[in-house]
């Protein structure tokens, strides 16, 4: 619920399935670590993806 994202999203992320780059960000705020603690919660490209973007911590906001 923190991380405003469906039960459904959350169900397909802990399966290993790809979601959003928001998606990864919000859940790794709701469980309340850093961004740049990312690999604790997710090993893939979230880094490349994360500079590329140049995401910030903005806090949590609902998914659309």
């Known amino acids: 619920r923190r991380a405003g994202i469906s039960v459904l999203t959350v169900d397909r992320v802990e399966r290993g399935e790809e979601c959003r780059l928001d998606t990864k960000r919000k859940i790794i705020l ?30 949590i906001e609902d998914e659309a």
């Open 30 to 59: 709701a469980l309340g670590l850093r961004v740049s603690d990312r690999e604790k919660v997710f090993n893939d490209s979230f880094n490349d993806e994360h500079e590329a973007v140049g995401m910030h911590h903005s806090g």
